[in-house]
C-alpha cells in the first residue's frame, strides 16, 4: 500500500546554481506539502553511509564525492502516492532523457549532477527521511 511521504533532497549542483526556489515553487505547484526541510552539508562519511546501498557500484566514489562538495536541502514531501508522483515530478536520471517541464530537464547538468534526488519506494522514503530527520523535526 503505497505511503503518502517522500524523501527529496536538492543536490549540491542545484543549490550551487541558486535552483532552490525554482525546485521548491515546482514541488508546491505539484501539490506537494513540505512536512520537514532542512539545509546542510553531508561529509563524505554521511555521504557514504546515505548512499551505502550502491557502495558496490562504480559510481560510488564519484557519488559521494559529488554529494558532499556543497549544501544540499533535504525534505521530506507529503502528497496521496507521494513516491510514484514526485519520480514523474522529477524525470529521468539521465535529463536528456526527462519529459519536458520536470525538474531534473529544467535544471539538471548531467547523469550525475542532476539536481534531485527522490526515493524509489515507500521504505526508502521512510529511510532517507529518518537519516535527515528526528521525530521532533517533522511536522
Not at 547538468?109 to 519506494?121: F, L, Q, T, Y
Request: no cysteine; proline share 3%; glycine share 8%.
Amino acid at each position: 500500500m503505497a505511503t503518502n511521504r517522500t524523501f527529496t533532497m536538492i543536490k549540491p549542483d542545484a543549490v550551487k546554481n541558486n535552483y532552490i526556489g525554482a525546485i521548491l515553487d515546482k514541488i508546491n505547484g505539484a501539490g506537494f506539502k513540505i512536512k520537514a526541510m532542512k539545509y546542510t552539508k553531508l561529509t563524505e562519511e554521511a555521504a557514504g553511509e546515505f548512499y551505502a546501498v550502491h557502495k558496490e557500484r562504480p559510481f560510488y566514489g564519484e557519488l559521494v564525492e559529488f554529494m558532499s562538495s556543497g549544501p544540499i536541502v533535504a525534505a521530506i514531501l507529503e502528497k496521496d502516492n507521494a513516491v510514484d508522483d514526485f519520480r514523474t515530478l522529477i524525470g529521468a536520471t539521465n535529463p536528456a532523457e526527462s519529459a519536458e517541464g520536470t525538474i531534473r530537464k529544467l535544471y539538471a547538468e548531467s547523469i550525475g549532477a542532476n539536481a534531485v534526488h527522490g526515493s524509489d519506494s515507500d521504505e526508502n522514503a521512510n529511510i532517507e527521511g529518518s537519516f535527515f530527520f528526528s521525530n521532533l523535526e517533522r511536522f
